[in-house]
């Protein structure tokens, strides 16, 4: 759902079933290329940031990605996608994978620093 630009999505615990805490995302975070490019069609110059869908793939984590066919925009800035997929980020999913591996890292702060106060007092 979508109102004044902030989306939201249902999250209602009496919705879920088998409810569990996630298992590390650190290393698929890790493995993640973050990219600057331009986009091919209708480039401004203007340089974004974002993952790339095949190399997100190839970093072992297929199911972040979908794939729908090419729009007319997409084949008049490529003609040979016509007929073709083109992949789609989950970013929803992703969303979630970043904060788990924030908490992992978080939680690995936190242990240094009471380590290093120990260190300290001594």
């Known amino acids: 759902q979508n109102a ?3 989306w939201t999505g249902i999250s209602d615990e009496r919705l879920k079933i088998n ?4 298992s590390s995302q650190w290393d698929d975070i890790k493995a993640l290329r973050v990219r600057n490019y331009e986009w091919g069609h209708g480039n ?3 340089k974004q940031i974002g993952l790339v869908s095949q ?3 190839a970093a072992g984590m297929p199911h972040l990605i979908e794939e ?6 997409q084949i008049a800035y490529n003609s040979q996608l016509e007929g ?4 789609t980020m ?6 979630m994978k970043a904060v788990k591996a924030l908490q992992e890292a978080l939680l690995r702060i936190e242990n240094l620093e009471a380590k290093v106060k120990v260190l300290e007092e001594e």
Do not use: P, R
């Not at 729908?68 to 925009?73: C, F, G, L, M, V």
């Open 4 to 6: 004044n630009n902030s």
């Open 19 to 22: 409810i569990e805490d996630a």
């Open 44 to 46: 401004t110059g203007h």
């Open 55 to 57: 190399e997100v793939e």
């Open 68 to 73: 729908s066919d090419a729009d007319e925009y």
């Open 84 to 87: 073709k997929k083109v992949k």
């Open 90 to 95: 989950k970013y929803s999913v992703l969303y």
